[in-house]
């Protein structure tokens, strides 16, 4: 007996309910996009080898999937150098592509190659996946789906103000309220690892940092520790885990702490003038919260970075984040071209959304109605009808079989086909249907023209999927 096939960890298949209700987050996050003018682009699901190293930290670059060259990939490497059985010699000499990472790098990839085609500042969103080697559990995957938006080409805090704009239409949208926008400023952290005299560990630092809500305060304290950070520097960042109060309070507290650093004060400075902005700006979905803790441990952040965390109650990681980066395009040879870039977490969104039931009810909807299939006449009658009712969009299909009732019944009800229409020999000679309304078993007769108005009425009451 042949053995059941399966899939890779970290991999899923998606039936047809699932992917329904992904199209329904990526329409309404796409909507979103467009109408905040960001124009869409899409690039290789894997980019050169030079394209993705050394952009994420040493730890960003140990969960890129690397492609082995195409036939005898073993045959140009050395006897000597295969002996070795060192990973990092043998590695480009059987490797030159991989999966993209993350849709940022390529992002950056694709200005510089096409800078003399494209007006800046530059809005593009993307909506593709990105393939990781983590170690799969609740809510991370190893293949996944991005849905980024980036400005670049401007240092303007503005844009800054319009992303946290952009993540509270989409969760407001989708009807998710009581989201966390989380806001710090690379600058500050550089600012602080200056001041307790670490700042030339600033990627070791922010690195363990931004683990704290995973492994807590004394995990925390334990990787610095292992990566050379003195103990009398981790001492002084004892205020730091203990600063509270609201978002003016916090900067308050860190011009105190960071009043020695030109960069750090900058920083505060720059979350100043968001959090001012939102005194004025209504947020209908979020709540804007500053977290000197948040560090993000992707390198190419400079300035104000995000996350976005689920409503409180939820067990979930966060479900966006990104950040301004100063000269991500300067390791493609096209220096100070600032951008900012936000990232929404389409898989982990879906299971909020479904964890707290706020799918909508119509999203499900495929098929609108079936038509009982009775003989060849029968079904010419029926299909001459479905063309007309496919013309005004309704989605419907005829039973393949001419089988008994009763299985083409049950079909519909597995199904969920909300109409069933019967078209026999009696409604072939009055030109005329039978509906059926499966949830109750009503059933009359109608005219196309009574069959058109019932089964249009509620077309455009859902997105298109």
């Known amino acids: 007996m042949a ?33 905040y003018g960001y124009q869409p682009i899409e690039t290789p699901s894997f980019e050169k080898n030079e394209t993705l190293l050394g952009k994420y930290g040493e730890e960003g670059d140990r969960l890129i999937f690397k492609i082995l060259n195409s036939g005898d990939y073993l045959k140009k490497v050395d006897n000597e150098l295969y002996a070795e059985k060192d990973s990092k010699k043998l590695t480009p000499q059987i490797t030159e592509k991989a999966m993209r990472y993350d849709l940022t790098v390529p992002f950056a990839r694709y200005v510089v190659q096409y800078q003399s085609d494209i007006t800046f500042p530059f809005k593009r969103y ?51 309220d009581g989201v966390t926008i989380k806001l710090n400023n690379r600058k500050i952290l550089s600012g ?21 809500d995973k492994i807590g305060k004394g995990g925390v304290v334990k990787e610095m520790l292992s990566k050379g950070i003195s103990e009398g520097a981790i001492k002084r960042l004892d205020d730091l885990f203990t600063v509270s109060g ?4 916090k900067l308050q507290s860190l011009k105190q702490m960071l009043s020695k650093s030109k960069n750090g004060l900058k920083g505060v400075s720059e979350l100043e003038f968001i959090i001012k902005a939102f005194k004025v700006l209504p947020l209908h979905a979020a709540n804007l919260e500053i977290d000197i803790t948040l560090a993000r441990g992707l390198n190419y952040y400079t300035g104000a970075i995000f996350e976005v965390t689920p409503p409180e109650g939820v067990n979930m990681g966060s479900i966006g ?15 100070d071209m600032s951008g900012i870039g936000i990232s929404f977490g389409l898989d982990r969104i879906y299971l909020v959304l479904e964890e707290l039931d706020l799918f909508p009810p119509s999203i499900s909807e495929n098929t609108r109605v079936l038509f009982i299939n009775f ?33 083409q019944m049950s079909y519909a009800d597995r199904r969920k086909i909300k109409y069933v229409v019967m078209a026999g ?35 455009n009451n859902r997105p298109p999927l």
């Open 3 to 35: 053995q059941k096939p399966t899939i890779p960890k970290g991999t899923r298949d998606f039936s047809p309910e699932e992917v329904v209700k992904r199209n329904y987050i990526m329409y309404t996050i796409r909507n979103c996009f467009r109408t």
């Open 126 to 176: 993307q909506i593709q996946p990105v393939w990781r080697a983590d170690r799969p559990q609740k809510g991370r995957f190893r293949e996944f789906y991005q849905c980024d938006a980036d400005a670049i080409g401007s240092t303007s805090l503005w844009q800054e103000i319009e992303f946290i704009q952009l993540y509270d239409d989409v969760f407001n949208n989708l009807n998710l």
């Open 192 to 212: 602080i690892a200056e001041v307790i005299g670490a700042e030339d560990k600033l990627i070791d630092f922010t690195i363990a940092l931004d683990k704290l």
């Open 246 to 249: 609201t978002a003016s309070e």
């Open 321 to 335: 984040g990104g950040g301004r980066y100063d000269d991500l395009t300067g390791i493609f040879g096209l220096k």
């Open 375 to 407: 003989g060849e006449r029968e079904s010419l009658y029926a299909l001459r009808t479905i063309a007309k009712l496919r013309a005004l969009g309704v989605a419907c299909e005829l039973y393949p079989e001419d089988t008994k009732i009763g299985k």
């Open 425 to 459: 020999e009696e409604e072939m000679n009055t030109k005329t249907f039978t509906l059926k309304k499966m949830k109750t078993g009503k059933q009359q007769t109608v005219t196309f023209h009574d069959l058109m108005e019932r089964l249009k009425k509620k077309k």
